[in-house]
């Protein structure tokens, strides 16, 4: 088995264990650094936070993730900090991060506070003003079942406080933070050690890869694992997937033209975090960014990939939801092939790829290598949005989630498309709904004609599907929920048409 070279806190490491053990068991096992914690193991508490730092642009980036659920090959050449790190070279063997939780009494039993100090030290590295919902949206992925969140809130208020005029510039503000003892010096050697370098490590076996003939039995593939793992939790010995985190190919937003017509092609890999932080996708569907926090928890977004979500096939994937509403197109290619660009690739229209419960249009020894969705002449005409049917806010997967997408030209709804998840085997379009929408009127200016056309619309989809009833929801609750989330659609899209008035009076 091939040594896995990886930084851990500040010294370079030669791992013997296979590339698809999960990270926690490595590092509380072979590495035997147990302040990472295992609480649940299925990415719900945050007990297992580590920081990965990896190189990006020209920088080096630290983001915190649940290692319960992480393959330990997606390290490779990079560098991983648990809490033992962060104490290195401290003058009081507290960072802090760690202070703040001390003076502000955060902490009882202390088996969730590790993951709470690497999830507040990933969000201090990350380049934006520090401010307590920033803050605290760090920590949706983190559960506290003795201390009470009061006293974290007030000690994230004071890192907010002491850490607010931090820079922006990536490499300027991780050497802040070691100034300030919240990162360990190994931080600036292992950016010394990127510049200058290709970043991603390749996969391990793709030199064995691209001589197997084409009666080899196809690999297993993992991207983020988060939900790869929660489903097989104990990983076979010597279990060496094909991870699509470490191939650049599968992590790059691009546009592309293709026969004379522009796409925004994302690759598999990009992770749920890098999907909504993208300019390209945040220009293609502007307001985007507003959904990101319904997806899951940070911890979990930093993790998931796009392509994980389409694949997993559950009906109610969110970022699933979301693409069949914006026209997305998958890029199939054979798995040895994924990292060649000129390779032989299909396109499969999204909506296409779903054949039945859990059953897709993927070959054995097929990947899916990127989504396209078609780039549009003027994107800021482009109306979306999203809803979610989900008993809480955080970290919960939907009964019911729907999304729109059209544009309006000449005051009428145009490439109008709706999808629908959680109402049948496989996540689907209304076409009922679209119909009802396709070059209707849209008056904003309506809001009577307006309130009539989204009520049309919400019947049209919730008439037209048969749920079943499971323990998110009864059939009968999943049809009104799809009811009631195409007019919020509505409310959300024309809310200064004075819509939500007319609705529910
Ligand atoms: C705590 C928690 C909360 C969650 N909340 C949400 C939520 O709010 N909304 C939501 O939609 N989902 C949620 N999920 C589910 C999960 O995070 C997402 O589906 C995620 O996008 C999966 O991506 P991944 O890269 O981690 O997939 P993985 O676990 O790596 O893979 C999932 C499946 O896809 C296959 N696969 C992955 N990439 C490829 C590829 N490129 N080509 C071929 N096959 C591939 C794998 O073999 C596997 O069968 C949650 C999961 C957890 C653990
Ligand atoms: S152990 Fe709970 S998120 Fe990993
Ligand atoms: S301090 Fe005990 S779980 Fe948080």
Same mark, same amino acid.
């Not at 209707?440 to 919730?462: M, S």
């Given at each position: 088995?091939?040594? *896995?070279? !990886?930084?851990?806190?500040?010294? +370079?490491?030669?791992?013997?264990?296979?590339? &698809?053990?999960?990270?926690?068991?490595?590092?509380?096992?072979?590495?035997? *650094?147990?302040?990472?914690?295992?609480?649940?193991?299925?990415?719900?508490?945050?007990?297992?936070? =580590?920081?990965?730092?990896?190189?990006?642009?020209?920088?080096?980036?630290?983001?915190?993730?649940?290692?319960?659920?992480?393959?330990?090959?997606?390290?490779?050449?990079?560098? !991983? #900090?648990?809490?033992?790190? !962060?104490?290195?070279?401290?003058?009081?063997? #507290?960072?802090?991060?760690?202070?703040?939780?001390?003076?502000?009494?955060?902490?009882?039993?202390?088996?969730?506070?590790?993951?709470?100090?690497?999830?507040?030290?990933? +969000?201090?590295?990350?380049?934006?003003?520090?401010? #307590?919902? &920033?803050?605290?949206?760090?920590?949706?992925?983190?559960?506290?079942?003795?201390?009470?969140?009061?006293?974290?809130? %007030?000690?994230?208020?004071?890192?907010?406080?002491?850490?607010? @005029?931090?820079?922006?510039?990536?490499?300027?503000?991780?050497?802040?933070?070691?100034?300030?003892?919240?990162?360990?010096?190994?931080?600036?050697?292992? *950016?010394?050690?990127?510049?200058?370098?290709?970043?991603?490590?390749?996969?391990?076996?793709?030199?064995?890869?691209?001589?197997?003939? @084409? @009666?080899?039995?196809?690999?297993?593939?993992?991207?983020?694992?988060?939900?790869?793992?929660?489903?097989?939790?104990?990983?076979?010995? &010597?279990?060496?997937?094909?991870?699509?985190?470490?191939?650049?190919?599968?992590?790059?937003?691009?546009? =592309?033209?293709?026969?004379?017509?522009? +796409?925004?092609?994302?690759?598999?890999?990009?992770?749920? %975090?890098?999907?909504?932080?993208?300019?390209?996708?945040?220009?293609?569907?502007?307001?985007?960014?507003?959904?990101?926090?319904?997806?899951?928890?940070?911890?979990?977004?930093?993790?998931?990939?796009?392509?994980?979500?389409?694949?997993?096939?559950?009906?109610?994937?969110?970022?699933?939801?979301?693409?069949?509403?914006?026209?997305?197109?998958?890029?199939?290619?054979?798995?040895?092939?994924?990292?060649?660009?000129?390779?032989? %690739?299909?396109?499969?229209?999204?909506?296409?790829?779903?054949?039945?419960?859990?059953? *897709?249009?993927?070959?054995?020894?097929?990947?899916?290598?990127?989504?396209?969705?078609?780039?549009?002449?003027?994107?800021?005409?482009?109306?979306?949005?999203?809803?979610?049917?989900?008993?809480?806010?955080?970290?919960?997967?939907?009964?019911?989630?729907?999304?729109?997408?059209?544009?309006?030209?000449?005051?009428?709804?145009? &490439?109008?498309?709706?999808?629908?998840?959680?109402?049948?085997?496989?996540?689907?379009?209304?076409?009922?709904?679209?119909?009802?929408?396709?070059?209707?009127?849209?008056?904003?200016? @309506?809001?009577?004609?307006?309130?009539?056309?989204?009520?049309?619309?919400?019947?049209?989809?919730?008439?037209?599907?048969?749920?079943?009833?499971?323990?998110?929801?009864?059939?009968?609750? %999943?049809?009104?929920?799809?009811?009631?989330?195409?007019?919020?659609?509505?409310?959300? #899209?024309?809310?200064?048409?004075?819509?939500?008035?007319?609705?529910?009076?």
């Amino acid at each position: 088995m091939a040594l *896995l070279n !990886l930084k851990v806190n500040s010294t +370079w490491q030669e791992l013997h264990s296979a590339e &698809g053990t999960p990270a926690l068991d490595v590092i509380r096992g072979e590495l035997a *650094l147990t302040s990472t914690k295992e609480g649940c193991r299925e990415g719900d508490c945050g007990a297992c936070a =580590v920081l990965v730092g990896e190189h990006v642009g020209n920088s080096v980036r630290y983001r915190a993730v649940p290692s319960c659920l992480l393959p330990v090959g997606a390290l490779r050449g990079k560098h !991983l #900090l648990t809490l033992e790190g !962060l104490v290195e070279e401290t003058e009081d063997g #507290l960072t802090p991060v760690m202070r703040a939780f001390l003076d502000e009494n955060a902490s009882q039993c202390g088996f969730c506070t590790p993951g709470f100090i690497i999830a507040l030290t990933s +969000w201090l590295a990350e380049s934006q003003v520090p401010d #307590l919902a &920033g803050a605290l949206r760090a920590i949706d992925g983190n559960l506290c079942r003795c201390t009470g969140y009061g006293a974290i809130r %007030r000690a994230a208020a004071k890192l907010v406080a002491r850490f607010k @005029d931090l820079p922006l510039e990536p490499t300027a503000r991780l050497k802040a933070l070691v100034e300030a003892q919240v990162l360990p010096p190994s931080v600036l050697k292992f *950016l010394a050690e990127s510049i200058g370098q290709e970043s991603a490590p390749r996969r391990q076996n793709s030199e064995t890869i691209s001589l197997l003939g @084409d @009666d080899v039995t196809p690999q297993t593939v993992v991207g983020g694992g988060t939900d790869y793992y929660v489903r097989n939790p104990e990983s076979e010995e &010597g279990f060496s997937p094909l991870l699509t985190q470490i191939l650049p190919e599968l992590r790059q937003i691009r546009y =592309v033209d293709d026969r004379g017509d522009g +796409w925004l092609e994302i690759g598999a890999a990009v992770t749920v %975090r890098d999907f909504f932080a993208s300019p390209g996708v945040r220009r293609e569907v502007p307001g985007i960014e507003r959904f990101e926090t319904m997806f899951a928890s940070t911890l979990i977004r930093n993790l998931a990939t796009i392509g994980g979500n389409i694949v997993n096939a559950s009906p109610v994937a969110d970022i699933t939801s979301m693409l069949l509403a914006l026209g997305a197109q998958l890029v199939i290619v054979p798995e040895k092939e994924a990292e060649n660009d000129s390779a032989a %690739r299909r396109l499969c229209p999204l909506e296409q790829f779903f054949l039945g419960y859990k059953t *897709l249009d993927l070959a054995p020894g097929e990947i899916l290598k990127a989504i396209r969705i078609p780039a549009l002449d003027d994107p800021s005409s482009r109306r979306f949005s999203f809803e979610k049917a989900s008993k809480r806010k955080n970290l919960d997967i939907a009964a019911v989630n729907t999304a729109i997408s059209f544009h309006i030209e000449g005051g009428r709804c145009k &490439g109008v498309r709706v999808s629908l998840g959680g109402v049948a085997p496989i996540p689907l379009l209304s076409t009922e709904a679209m119909r009802v929408l396709e070059g209707a009127f849209c008056d904003v200016l @309506d809001r009577r004609e307006l309130a009539e056309l989204a009520r049309k619309a919400a019947l049209a989809a919730a008439s037209s599907v048969s749920p079943i009833s499971d323990v998110r929801g009864s059939a009968e609750y %999943r049809r009104r929920a799809t009811h009631q989330l195409i007019l919020a659609h509505f409310v959300r #899209l024309f809310e200064e048409s004075g819509i939500a008035e007319e609705l529910f009076p």
